[in-house]
């Protein structure tokens, strides 16, 4: 977890080869669905546009499915999944449903004007359609209000841990890892 710009995407991929389980991201699932022109990619597109969340009855069914594949079978890793209140319970009985359970959920902290920075950056780079000042101050809204409040549940749950995500990729890297294997002694 973490807001817009933390580098959840760069980190999952780096955790999840390490680990040998698919890294999972709802961005990534999405933009490939409105490149491919899907019906859910034209549902979708026009939320990520505006920097809005795409509701969870679309978001849930996706990640359920995704979570059905075979690839996914020996465990996974969530990038941008949960982040609403309704997401997280809809996670937690998928969970139960299947006899599974979160092993650890990481947070990546980054101050907002270097998340800003980072965005408008990309923007030069990547040109996605949400990554214009406008819309990357929304992201960041709508993060603070519907995601970062999710964190506490976590945290009373003794899964959380927080990772500060400034610094050199391998750095926040290994930091996850250490965080990953302090989690693991944490589990009963
Ligand atoms: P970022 O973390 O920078 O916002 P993502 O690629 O994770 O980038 O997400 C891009 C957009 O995809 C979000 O702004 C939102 O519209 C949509 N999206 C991704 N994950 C979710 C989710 N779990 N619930 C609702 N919408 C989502």
Do not use: C
């Not at 933009?31 to 022109?37: D, I, K, P």
């Not at 949960?82 to 997401?87: A, E, H, K, S």
């Not at 950056?121 to 000042?133: H, N, V």
């Amino acid at each position: 977890m973490g807001p817009p710009g933390a580098g959840k995407g760069t980190q999952a991929t780096r955790l999840a080869d390490a680990l040998s389980v698919p890294a999972i991201s709802t961005g990534d699932i999405f933009r490939s669905n409105v490149a491919a022109g899907t019906p859910l990619g034209v549902q979708a597109q026009r939320y990520m546009n505006a920097g809005e969340y795409v509701p969870d009855s679309v978001t849930d069914a996706m990640l359920e499915a995704r979570l059905d594949e075979p690839e996914a079978a020996n465990g996974w890793l969530l990038d941008g999944y949960p982040r609403t209140v309704g997401q997280v319970a809809a996670l937690e009985a998928v969970l139960e449903a299947r006899s599974h359970r979160l092993n650890a959920v990481l947070v990546l902290t980054v101050d907002e004007e270097e998340l800003v920075q980072r965005l408008a950056k990309r923007a030069l780079t990547e040109g996605r359609a949400d990554d214009t000042e406008e819309v990357i101050r929304r992201r960041q809204e709508v993060y603070r209000a519907q995601t970062a409040p999710l964190l506490e549940s976590y945290e009373k749950r003794g899964l959380l841990t927080t990772v500060p995500g400034s610094g050199p990729v391998a750095k926040v890297t290994e930091s996850l890892f250490e965080a990953l294997s302090l989690s693991a002694t944490r589990q009963p």
